[in-house]
């Protein structure tokens, strides 16, 4: 009756040889050590850097415990671990000054960092320990504000654009187009012309009010944005700037950043680990720029250093040195997406697509300069480089590729660059603050007590009231809070205090299953069955009350984690895995314990599961 077939014994040893591989990374602790990642998008970092690194750490009489490159995403970055923090300092310092020839100018950032001690055989079954928040780590944290009044400007002056693009394809004559504010006024000379142009632009451009002058006399078309469209404008400028801060913070290794909208126009950066306000603030700033401008062909060479007015002079990247017409084609907002591929000869090239308004620029731009070229810089902290230079081969429009990029790898490298896109306006830091490492361990510390003293409090109760029984229920408890810590290390979920609140709190909540089984238990006793039916028959009828309890909790918490955002989506995501755990160890678990122990015995005259009150007659 209480028998467990072996195959969920074996499952039970599973489940805890899982719990035990994947938790005990998170007690290694951790060792001092440095980043080396790349100051420059066109540059990435290799595991050739890790012999350039170890060289010069041994010239300069520094002693490391490891030299490792970390692939992230398209880029990597180099680690070196030391036994103390003066090693630590004395490699930054060093490894800055050896590996950039030009300080003003870094080609790598050297930044501290922090090592998992986690040995080498956990680690290759992937075996980690958990991401640890901005309260727990320690870190930076920016409040940033978006200029609404560019992202603005930069809308008008696209439709100031696209509105005389509009009518000199529709052969309709103007006197001028100008911009009054945010609006644009277009001026005709004739009342036939200005209604034409009126039905032209309402059909192209649905998101523009169009009105005319009261005097019939002012031969004059005024364009706005509607409310609607402008409240959409501000909306994807703000996301345009979080999608690339993303890609931007993610491509430089920082683990675990987060960065989320805050009200309107602000936006949420928080970067945990790293202490260097200054170099948080550079991490910040690493949002370029992409612009594709027409080769002036005018110029022969440069040696003589005269540019000509509205051209200018690239000396860095590929195709360099090269003049450029100052004015661009196109900007990154115009590209909707990149994509490494190949031509028709089988080489590797560079497939762009552009959105509406970019493709019609594209075309007006090349029409009447195929043979001549084109390049694509990127702009960085002010700076300027070339990607690529090409030759237009045919009139470009909203598709075409960049070809002669020589490997795979590059293509894939310039592909990221033009997906990355451009923030949408400039922003401004205006909260800044530093967590200490020292604050972030006393929040572990404390939230590591609050756990224990409530585990223990919790074992003294259930031992002392249910007996062995309560001590079937403790030990469910505690594979609970092993499987749970193992899943959200092998997700590598980011720890943070409101997710050590959560898991104090299921503690809580799963050892109402185990009550509710040992009451059922006891009940089936009261009533007058034996030990060994009462034990079947307390385990089945607490099963469903069980799973409709954790059933509704669980809905409760994927709204959480549905609906809300930060600190609130951490505390349902350690609810939610605590509420699966907490079923598999308080049913399934606790079970095959109690079935070990009592199952076996075919003449069972009695339970330990405590004191069992029956009513006189």
């Known amino acids: 009756m209480n028998r467990y077939p072996i195959w969920k014994y074996i499952l039970i040893v599973i489940a805890l040889l899982f719990g035990v591989v994947y938790t005990v990374p998170n007690f290694f602790g951790e060792s001092p050590a440095v980043q080396i990642s790349s100051a420059k998008a066109t540059v990435k970092v290799t595991p050739a850097e890790v012999a350039a690194v170890e060289k010069v750490l041994e010239k300069n009489g520094i002693k490391q415990q490891g030299v490792l490159f970390e692939a992230i995403g398209n880029q990597g970055s180099v680690r070196a671990r030391f036994a103390d923090t003066d090693a630590q300092f004395k490699a930054k310092s060093t490894l800055e000054k050896e590996l950039n020839a030009d300080p003003a100018d870094p080609t790598y950032n050297v930044a501290f960092n922090l090592l998992p001690n986690t040995p080498a055989w956990l680690q290759s079954l992937h075996a980690f320990p958990m991401y640890l928040g901005l309260d727990l780590r320690g870190g930076v944290h920016f409040l940033m504000q978006v200029d609404i009044k560019a992202v603005l400007n930069k809308r008008v002056q696209g439709l100031q ?118 170099r948080a603030k550079d991490i910040i700033g690493r949002t370029a720029t992409l612009e594709v401008r027409l080769v002036d062909d ?191 290390s092998v997700l590598q979920a980011t720890l943070t205090l409101p997710g050590i609140a959560a898991i104090a709190f299921t503690l809580g909540m799963a050892i109402d299953a185990n009550v509710l089984i040992n009451e059922r238990i006891r009940e089936e006793l009261r009533s007058g069955n034996t030990p060994q039916a009462a034990i079947a028959a307390g385990f089945e009828r607490a099963w469903a009350t069980i799973v409709d309890s954790n059933v509704t909790t669980l809905i409760a918490g994927l709204a959480l984690l549905i609906f809300g955002s930060g600190a609130i989506r951490g505390f349902a995501v350690v609810h939610c895995l605590g509420i699966l755990t907490s079923i598999f160890s308080s049913v399934f678990v606790s079970r095959g314990v109690a079935n070990l122990w009592y199952g076996r015995k075919k003449k069972l005259t009695g339970i330990s599961i405590g004191q069992i009150w029956k009513p006189e007659n």
């Open 298 to 488: 005018t110029v022969r060479g440069t040696d003589d250093g005269a540019i000509p007015f509205g051209s200018e002079l690239f000396k860095v990247g590929r195709g360099a040195p090269s003049v450029l017409y100052k004015d661009p084609i196109i900007t990154g907002d115009y590209i909707a997406s990149a994509s490494a591929s190949f031509d028709s000869n089988q080489q590797p090239a560079v497939s762009i697509d552009l959105n509406g308004d970019g493709g019609r620029k594209m075309r007006e731009a090349t029409r009447s300069r195929v043979g001549k070229s084109m390049a694509i810089v990127l702009f960085e902290k002010g700076k300027g480089e070339l990607l690529t230079v090409a030759t237009i081969r045919d009139e470009l429009g909203s598709r075409f590729q960049i070809t002669g990029m020589g490997s795979a790898e590059a293509s894939a490298d310039l592909a990221l660059l033009l997906r990355a896109g451009s923030l949408a306006a400039p922003m401004e830091i205006i909260e800044e603050r530093t967590i200490g490492p020292q604050l972030g361990a006393e929040n572990i510390q404390k939230g590591f007590n609050s756990t224990l003293y409530g585990f223990a409090a919790i074992t003294v109760f259930m031992v002392i009231y249910y007996a062995l029984f309560g001590f079937f229920s403790v030990f469910a408890l505690a594979v609970n809070l092993l499987l749970l810590i193992a899943l959200l």
């Open 161 to 278: 654009s696209t509105a005389r693009s509009l009518l000199r394809e529709k052969n309709i004559r103007h006197a001028g187009i100008s911009r009054v504010a945010d609006t644009i006024e277009i001026q005709f000379h004739e009342l036939d012309t200005r209604v034409k142009a009126k039905e032209v632009l309402a059909s192209q451009l649905p998101d523009v009010l169009l009105s005319e002058p009261a005097d019939q006399a002012d031969m004059k078309l005024v364009m706005a944005l509607k409310p609607a469209a402008l409240k959409q404008t501000i909306e994807d400028g703000v996301g345009q700037n979080i999608s690339t801060l993303s890609k931007r913070v993610n491509e430089l290794g920082v683990a675990e950043p987060l960065i989320q909208r805050q009200g309107a126009d602000r936006i949420v950066v928080e970067l945990p680990g790293v202490q260097d306000v200054s």
